[in-house]
């Protein structure tokens, strides 16, 4: 079945540092990619998402692009801050199926000031 | 802005009750969700909803129950609480229009006593 593997965490780093999530997939066909970040205290939301090969989906200047040959969406953000301290989740669903979505297991960000 | 609410954020119950947790949307989507989130396991979908009176089993349906009367408004049922069930559980719900997204509730944190 469709699975999706996120980089453990947690992820400890200090202010302005560079980020990246490593995010790789297990899907037939081709299926739609998510980034969800859910705050402390708070549920899941939308970071960003790429339908298809070679999208780049941007949000809060954190990208991830759709890399169809290495089936991976990794997040990346150039300067991270504080208030982006969350659990990030990796996600895919596949297209013109079922509408669930299969998560990774999520990677805890702690940034430091 | 879309808006899903869960009936408590905190709930504590004994083992062997009966336990309800009610997840309304305002935005007319036809389809709601109810996961899990444990650490370490990441979000596991206990079961979904297309449309009212329909509902399909997740990954983890065991121990569980839902209902989808209106369209607004999806149940789970713990049918008799045990303390395995202790959990956050995040209702969401999207559209087949929505792209994809799903949008989440703030959680209901569960303690079974």
């Known amino acids: 079945g469709d699975s999706v593997t996120q980089m453990e965490g947690p992820v400890t780093l200090s202010e302005e540092a560079f980020l990246t999530i490593n995010c790789t997939y297990t899907?037939?066909?081709?299926?739609?990619l998510f980034w969800y970040v859910q705050y402390p205290g708070e549920g899941l939301q939308l970071l960003l998402k790429?339908?298809?090969?070679?999208d780049k989906g941007s949000n809060k200047g954190f990208e991830a692009t759709y890399r169809k040959e290495t089936t991976s969406f990794h997040l990346e953000k150039g300067s991270v801050q504080v208030s982006d301290s969350a659990v990030y989740f990796c996600?895919?669903?596949?297209?013109?199926?079922?509408?669930?979505?299969?998560f990774g297991k999520g990677t805890k960000l702690t940034v430091n000031p | 802005d879309v808006k899903v609410t869960q009936s408590s954020r905190y709930l504590v119950k004994r083992t062997g009750e009966k336990v309800f947790l009610e997840c309304v949307q305002d935005?007319?989507?036809?389809?709601m969700f109810w996961y899990r989130q444990d650490p370490g396991l990441g979000l596991r979908l206990i079961y979904f909803?297309?449309?009212?009176?329909?509902?399909e089993k997740g990954d983890i349906p065991e121990g569980y129950s839902v209902s989808r009367e209106k369209k607004e408004r999806f149940s789970l049922i713990l049918e008799s609480a045990s303390t395995n069930q202790t959990s956050m559980y995040l209702c969401?719900?999207?559209?087949?229009?929505?792209?994809?997204?799903?949008?989440f509730g703030p959680g209901t944190r569960l303690l079974v006593l």
């Open positions: 909803s297309y449309d009212v009176k329909m509902k």
């Open positions: 969401a719900s999207s559209s087949p229009q929505g792209g994809e997204t799903q949008y």
């Open positions: 790429a339908t298809k090969a070679d």
């Open positions: 996600a895919l669903i596949q297209q013109g199926g079922s509408e669930k979505l299969v």
């Open positions: 899907a037939t066909g081709y299926p739609s």
């Open positions: 935005m007319d989507h036809e389809n």
